[in-house]
C-alpha cells in the first residue's frame, strides 16, 4: 500500500492509497470497513468489533436506520437538483448534505448520506469521500448551538485560544463534545475569511431545524463576550452577528476613519471628449 495523488477534482486534497487493483482515499477505506463491519453486524454475524469499541456504530447511527428528507426539504432537494444538467446530478452532493445536515439537527447519519447518493444516483462511498473531507459536514452529534472558533493565525495571533479555553470551560466541555442538555458544543475551523476583524467565532444554529438555521459570524470578540453570547443563547436571545466592537463599524477601523476622508477624485480622462 502506497500513498498516491489522486487526480479527481473533488478529492484533490484527499490522500489516497492504492488497494488491491485500484486506488482508494482513505476515507473510503475507514468508512467501507465501518459499512462491512455494519453489514455483518446487520446479518447477525459475529462481528471482530462491537459498538462498545467502535463509536460510529450506534443505535442512531448505522445504515439499516430509515432516513428521507422531509415533505418540505424534498421540495427544496428538487429546486436544488434543478440547477444542474440532469445528467450532472452529483453535483448536487454539497447542497443536499448541508441540508440533510440542518434537517438531522446538524450531524450526518450514514443512512442520511446513502439517501443522497440514492437521490443523486452515485455510489455512497462517492458521498462519504465528500462528507468526510469537508469540516463544515458533522458526522457525530453536535449541540443545537454549535460553536466553532476560527484557529488560524491572524485569529490565533489575536486571541482565539483564549477564546475557546473560555467557551470550553464555561460550558464544562472538550472540544467537539456536546454538552449534557445537548444545547452547545465547541469546534474549531480554519479561516473563515474575516481576519480583519479577528478573533471571530461562527454559531451554527440549529435548534429551530432546516427552516430556521442560521449560521453567523461575530466578530472581534473576547472571553468576556463569547460567554456573553453563550447566555444569550441559551435565553433565545437575538444577537446581533458581525463585529461585537461597539467602537468598530463593520471592518471599519476602531474610532472611525484616519486615511482616505475626502471625496476621491475621479480619473483625469473618464470623459473621453474632453480628452
Ligand atoms: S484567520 Fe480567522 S477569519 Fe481568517
Not at 454539497?94 to 437521490?119: R, T
Not at 462528507?131 to 463544515?136: G, L
Request: with cysteine.
Amino acid at each position: 500500500m502506497r500513498a498516491v495523488r489522486s487526480t479527481h477534482p473533488a478529492n484533490l486534497f484527499l490522500p489516497r492509497v492504492v488497494c488491491g487493483r485500484g486506488t482508494k482515499s482513505v476515507a473510503s477505506l475507514l468508512l467501507s470497513l465501518e459499512l462491512v463491519e455494519n453489514a455483518s453486524s446487520s446479518r447477525g454475524q459475529a462481528s471482530s468489533r462491537d459498538s462498545s469499541s467502535n463509536p460510529s456504530i450506534s443505535s442512531d447511527n448505522n445504515p439499516d436506520l430509515p432516513w428521507k428528507f422531509s415533505d418540505t426539504n424534498k421540495e427544496k432537494v428538487k429546486e436544488i437538483l434543478s440547477h444542474y444538467p440532469s445528467n450532472y446530478k452529483q453535483s448536487a452532493v454539497i447542497p443536499l448534505l448541508d441540508l440533510a445536515q440542518q434537517q438531522h439537527g446538524g450531524w450526518l447519519p450514514v443512512s442520511a448520506m446513502n439517501e443522497v447518493a440514492k437521490i443523486i444516483e452515485v455510489a455512497p462511498i462517492r458521498v462519504y469521500e465528500v462528507a468526510t473531507f469537508y469540516s463544515m459536514f458533522n458526522r457525530s452529534k453536535v449541540g443545537k448551538y454549535h460553536l466553532l472558533v476560527c484557529g488560524t493565525t491572524p485569529c490565533m495571533v489575536r486571541g482565539s485560544r483564549e477564546i475557546e479555553d473560555a467557551l470550553l470551560k464555561h460550558l464544562g466541555v472538550k472540544r467537539n463534545e456536546v454538552t449534557k442538555d445537548g444545547l452547545f458544543s465547541v469546534g474549531e475551523m480554519e479561516c473563515m475569511g474575516c481576519c480583519v476583524n479577528a478573533p471571530m467565532i461562527t454559531v451554527a444554529d440549529y435548534s429551530n431545524g432546516s427552516e430556521g438555521y442560521t449560521y453567523n459570524y461575530y466578530e472581534d470578540v473576547t472571553p468576556k463576550r463569547v460567554i456573553e453570547i453563550v447566555e444569550m443563547l441559551r435565553r433565545g436571545e437575538k444577537l446581533p452577528p458581525g463585529t461585537q466592537n461597539p467602537k468598530r463599524i463593520k471592518s471599519g477601523p476602531e474610532g472611525g476613519n484616519t486615511t482616505l476622508l475626502s471625496e476621491p477624485k475621479p480619473p483625469p480622462c473618464r470623459d473621453l471628449d474632453a480628452c
